[in-house]
């Protein structure tokens, strides 16, 4: 990234007295990994966000919102911009309807719902992260999606400096997208739409979630989450080729599982272990021996040392089953 000039920095800090100077982001990141910020905030509130990015962008500083950490991979260079963490965590339960703001944890506001007596957001107790996140890239586990729960979005259009609500259909939600991964927005809250259950039913959903999310996720060990999105098939010819393909490596049938099939979606993980990947690991980091979509920090990793194993996987499984792997955690600070 070019580099923020003394007059750049100079007109922020004077606007955004509370704004700290290369600031480590593996003090922030769920990786623990990251270079500094060069300039980095907290807002905590909504016109204090909006504001941020105003200044941000009066001075022609590049800016990055992030929440919890999770699914974020900063660079090991300096990233040349201002990184604002969203710390707004107002939430509000009224009848069916959930109103969160962007820092809500994401797995506190599926507990707080399902102690409301709010069913149909249980899967959320297995996201990491906060709800803005969520909304971002249409977070998603356990056969669940923000789509399927999500009313409304208020949002801070930065093009022409407009507060805007956006229904269901306006956010163009679709498998891990949104409109708001393409064009420049502030996420400042959503509304869910819920049903009302039964309290100890939907306890005990998420009570199975997390005990899932326990034996198959490394969650002991620091990662962004999954890295890659599923892969998604609506041809029937490809996954006959596919399923030859494992069998032709294996020298026996390969099943897909059932589950896989009725979503049309193979997931990330189980292809990454169909290829060996397990336990590979590069420099500091490493693919978990749990769970093939999650990479792991195993004592000094770095970011060059992760998108060098990310890059191993995919050119393995394009080169060995002929599916192409797309990125699902953010990358920020990179060329």
Not at 58 to 83: K, Q, R
Not at 182 to 197: D, F, K, N
Request: hydrophobic share 45%; charged share 25%.
């Amino acid at each position: 990234m070019k580099a923020l000039t003394p007059e750049q920095i100079a007109n922020v800090v004077e606007r955004l007295p509370t704004v700290i100077r290369d600031e480590p982001m593996s003090k922030h990141t769920n990786f623990r990994i990251g270079g500094p910020a060069r300039l980095y905030v907290v807002a905590n509130d909504t016109d204090a966000l909006v504001n941020v990015v105003r200044v941000a962008r009066d001075a022609g500083v590049p800016w990055t919102v992030f929440g919890g950490g999770s699914n974020i991979l900063v660079s090991d260079d300096a990233y040349e911009g201002l990184m604002i963490q969203a710390a707004l965590r107002g939430m509000n339960v009224e009848g069916a309807s959930v109103t969160c703001e962007p820092g809500v944890i994401t797995a506190f506001a599926a507990r707080m719902s399902a102690d409301a007596g709010l069913t149909g957001f249980e899967w959320a107790v297995g996201v990491p992260g906060t709800i803005g996140g969520a909304v971002y890239g249409n977070a998603g586990c356990f056969g669940g999606e923000m789509k399927d729960v999500i009313e409304s979005v208020d949002a801070y259009r930065v093009a022409d400096d407009q507060r805007l609500t956006y229904t269901k259909v306006d956010c163009r939600f679709g498998y891990r997208e949104s409109r708001f991964k393409h064009e420049p927005h502030l996420i400042l809250g959503c509304t869910l739409r819920l049903a009302v259950g039964e309290k100890d039913a939907a306890r005990r959903r998420m009570v199975e979630i997390i005990a899932l999310r326990k034996a198959k996720q490394p969650l002991e060990q620091s990662s962004a989450g999954c890295v890659f999105k599923n892969f998604e098939f609506s041809d029937e010819s490809a996954l006959e080729i596919l399923r030859r393909t494992l069998r032709l490596r294996s020298g026996q049938a390969v099943e897909v599982p059932a589950e896989m099939l009725a979503a049309k979606r193979l997931s990330a993980g189980w292809l990454v272990d169909q290829v060996g990947m397990l336990g590979k690991t590069v420099g500091g980091v490493a693919v978990s021996d749990k769970h093939g979509n999650f990479v792991v920090n195993a004592g000094g990793g770095r970011a060059q040392d992760v998108i060098a194993l990310m890059s191993v996987i995919k050119m393995k499984v394009r080169d060995e089953l002929g599916i192409f792997l797309e990125d699902e955690v953010q990358l920020v600070g990179f060329e």
